[in-house]
């Protein structure tokens, strides 16, 4: 059999003292056989949070949970979104009874993207702020939807209703509305159709410390770099030649279809990911609040303003992580 998938990962602490994020690549299937025979996989990765040891049992918590979720009823001919739902929320309620069981625990939660790839064929699911980009003919898009404060706030610079160095300095940019913490999931992204993959692709999945360099760096090294270990590698080594202060443990995982058939199709748009109902009105919801906060904090006195970037390169994370949780109480609709 021809070698289908090439996979590289690599991972960096940045300035933490511990690595709180997590990953898995397996069969799903929970053969033994090796990665270059499979053509089909499983991918999880996990970005905790909590503080010392919690983070770090948070987000293994969520990556073991799914991923014997998925290989205990794992088959091609599955309903593969209902597999991955029912995954994610296992993941959920196993995150639950650690917090039952260990107080110390208490506050713990995770990001999560898991995917299966059958072949050519894509199916994921996302919680949080981790990342899940495609890699086409040179431009870098991100696939999956992003749970947090700071995206909703970037979306509203381009609707207007905020400037770009308000949005890049608004407070709590980093917190997310919806994590894997036990309670109940707020959003969801979870596409109900499958993601044609084609020979070439380059599949890229990454915790948000990633996020110190831009999309147009990703390109450029993943221009530079071969196989797929060489730019995993070349992710988190221009990272940390960014030197961002407070910077996050930055995880990726790559994943490179070599095998299939380059598409015939002409059309190049590459489809973004749908989001959810659910995640749609969490959006409006979340929308009329940061006007009104956005109204109120903007009239106010200046406050100490954080560095603005250039515009080519995301924020990094504010110095704590724990600042994601602070959201919590916002209900899901």
Not at 140 to 167: E, Y
Not at 204 to 215: A, Q
Not at 298 to 316: D, G, M, R, Y
Request: aromatic share 6%.
């Amino acid at each position: 059999m021809n070698k289908f998938y090439d996979i590289g990962t690599s991972d960096i602490l940045g300035s933490r003292g511990n690595q709180e994020d997590s990953y898995i690549v397996t069969d799903p299937g929970a053969s033994n056989e090796a990665f270059d025979t499979l053509d089909h996989l499983l991918v999880v990765l996990a970005d905790g949070v909590g503080g010392e040891a919690a983070g770090e049992v948070a987000s293994k918590t969520v990556t073991n949970c799914f991923s014997r979720t998925i290989q205990s009823a794992y088959s091609s001919s599955n309903n593969i979104p209902k597999l991955l739902n029912n995954a994610l929320h296992g993941a959920n309620q196993a995150v639950a009874r650690a917090i039952s069981e260990n107080s110390d625990y208490e506050g713990m939660a995770s990001t999560l993207v898991g995917a299966l790839l059958i072949r050519d064929r894509l199916y994921w699911v996302s919680v949080g702020d981790s990342h899940l980009y495609l890699i086409r003919d040179g431009s870098c898009i991100k696939l999956n939807a992003d749970h947090s404060l700071g995206a909703i706030m970037d979306r509203n610079v381009d609707t207007g209703l905020v400037s770009k160095s308000q949005a890049v300095n608004a407070p709590n940019r980093n917190m997310l509305y919806s994590c894997v913490m036990g309670e109940e999931l707020a959003a969801i992204d979870l596409p109900k159709k499958e993601f044609s993959l084609q020979k070439g692709d380059r599949l890229l999945f990454s915790s948000d410390g990633l996020d110190s360099i831009s999309s147009r760096d990703i390109s450029r090294i993943s221009a530079n770099d071969g196989s797929a270990q060489h730019f995993a590698v070349a992710l988190t080594a221009a990272v940390e030649k960014a030197d961002k202060p407070n910077q996050d443990n930055t995880m990726v995982v790559v994943v490179d279809i070599v095998g299939g058939n380059k598409s015939q199709n002409d059309e190049k748009t590459v489809p973004t990911a749908k989001k959810s109902r659910k995640t749609l009105i969490m959006t409006i919801i979340l929308f009329i609040i940061l006007a009104i906060f956005a109204l109120y904090y903007f009239q106010q006195p200046a406050p100490h303003k954080q560095s603005e970037s250039n515009a080519e390169t995301p924020i990094p994370k504010n110095n704590e992580k724990d600042d994601k949780l602070k959201l919590k109480s916002i209900p899901g609709s």
